[in-house]
T-cell receptor
Framework: EDQVTQSPEALRLQEGESSSLNCSYT??????LFWYRQDPGKGPEFLFT???AGEEKEKERLKATLTKKESFLHITAPKPEDSATYLC?????????????FGKGTHLIIQP | AAGVIQSPRHLIKEKRETATLKCYPI?????VYWYQQGPGQDPQFLIS???????DKGSIPDRFSAQQFSDYHSELNMSSLELGDSALYFC??????????FGPGTRLTVT
């Protein structure tokens, strides 16, 4: 069974305190690894897609990286507006428009 | 930029009633996905359509059905509603099988 596991479940940081969120996944058949941000009661907002080990992508204070077993979302000098749940999801080999398998998410709180 | 549109945004139904949720994908996107997200849960994949044909199927109950129409919009039909069906229902769209962009969701409450 395809699995995506995120850690930690929750993280509280001070404004400006950098950190990383972890996402480990079932290795076989991964077609793509996705990161989303979700605010309460809203739809997940697309952040990054990573397709191969060694790939990195950046957007403002966020940087996503992918290894053969896991992905990291690095948050540099976060601000209170970065508070949200960050979801990691995998697309596994299915030959078509595969549904994503999501992790449970990391609930991030940035305190001023 | 245009986003995924879902309607209605909120829906209240009683047990055993039926509900129809609608999704309008981003223009030129040819693939639609449906997800269910219960309180405090991660989104669970239900079903997807590519070029109006069912493509992938997840944990969709037999009481639910969906289709994609010629204009690429999609509808999720839910019958014999149960209390446990109360959730946020998201539609996402993509161009072929690339990044999925989610809509704002429909909050379904079954009483």
């Amino acid at each position: 069974e395809d699995q995506v596991t995120q850690s930690p479940e929750a993280l509280r940081l001070q404004e400006g305190e950098s950190s990383s969120l972890n996402c480990s996944y079932t290795v076989s058949g991964l077609r793509g690894l996705f990161w989303y941000r979700q605010d309460p009661g809203k739809g997940p907002e697309f952040l990054f897609t990573l397709y191969s080990a060694g790939e990195e992508k950046e957007k403002e204070r966020l940087k996503a990286t992918l290894t053969k077993k896991e992905s990291f979302l690095h948050i540099t000098a976060p601000k209170p507006e970065d508070s949200a749940t960050y979801l990691c999801a995998g697309s596994f080999s299915g030959g078509g428009a595969d549904g994503l398998t999501f992790g449970k998410g990391t609930h991030l709180i940035i305190q001023p | 930029a245009a986003g995924v549109i879902q309607s209605p945004r909120h829906l209240i139904k009683e047990k055993r009633e039926t509900a129809t949720l609608k999704c309008y994908p981003i223009p030129r996107h040819d693939t639609v996905y449906w997800y269910q997200q219960g309180p405090g849960q991660d989104p669970q994949f239900l079903i997807s359509f590519y070029e109006k044909m069912q493509s992938d199927k997840g944990s969709i109950p037999d009481r639910f059905s969906a289709q994609q129409f010629s204009d690429y919009h999609s509808e999720l039909n839910m019958s014999s509603l149960e209390l446990g069906d109360s959730a946020l229902y998201f539609c996402a769209s993509s161009l072929r099988a690339y990044e999925q962009y989610f809509g704002p969701g429909t909050r379904l409450t079954v009483t």
